[in-house]
Structure formats: C-alpha cells, structure tokens
C-alpha cells in the first residue's frame, strides 16, 4: 500500500509581545495565524470500517487541532511566562481577557514547536505528524517536519 499525506488549513488570530526583541515585535500586536498540518499514513483498506480509503478522517484531524490550538489560541494574547510580561498579562487576565502563558518566547517558530508536540500526542498509530505549517504573515512562516526530529 502506499503511503499518503493528507493535509488540513485552519485560521486563527492571535496576539504577542517578544520580550527583549529589538524590533517593533516587542510591542503588543497581533496576526492572522494560517495553520497547516500535514500527516502521513496508508488509507484504510478493511471493507467493514467505515473510513474505508482514508488516512485519518479530515473531521477527526479538524478535531484535534482545533482543540489543541485554534479554539485555545484563537483571539488569545500569547506571552512568555518568564519574562516581565507575566505582569500585563494578569492584568489582561483579570480584565477578561484571553491570555496563555507560554513557557517560551512566542515567536513562530517555538510555536510550531508546540503545535507539533500537542498534535503529536493525539493522533493514533500508525497516522504520523508529518509536518506542520505556521504562517505569520503572507511572506513568513515557519515550518516543522518529523523527519529533522
């Protein structure tokens, strides 16, 4: 059988801050995050399962994702715990807002490194993460893929 990659977009917003940076990305702001996640596997050949031809169902993927990261980040402020920003962002806390404390610098790439893990841990075997995507902006992105891992 071969093996086949399958790959589904999402779309969020979410803001940031760099602490220490030394360019204006140190300053409170936000982008339309485009997520693609990609993973690999052979398409299910029982005739009595019912996502007979499939890798994984694309509602099942959907799932995973969006509760691991759009539904949490999406409209959310994400921060470095272990910088002074821990300060604004309980006080954005405690006026309602949506803030994750991220126990890294949330540039795109230490994103992604996230997104990979918690993507990871929910799929089952033998469907692998094959790659995952984060666009930043239309000309920026970072990209993570099991095979430098």
Known sequence: MSKIRITKEFTFET???LYGYDG?????????YQLS???IGEPITDTTNVKL??????????????????DPFDHATVFNKNTPHVELAKELSDRGHNVILANYQ??????????????KARLASPIQLYAVKLRETGTAF????AEDN
């Open 106 to 119: 949330p540039t795109s790439e230490n994103m992604v490194i996230d997104f990979a893990s918690k993507i």
């Open 15 to 17: 803001g940031h801050a």
């Open 37 to 39: 996640v990609t993973v």
């Open 142 to 145: 970072a990209e993570w893929y």
């Open 53 to 70: 031809g499939m890798v994984i169902d694309f509602g099942d993927l959907k799932k995973i994702v969006k509760e691991e990261i759009v």
């Open 24 to 32: 204006k990305c140190k300053n409170v702001h936000g982008h339309s």
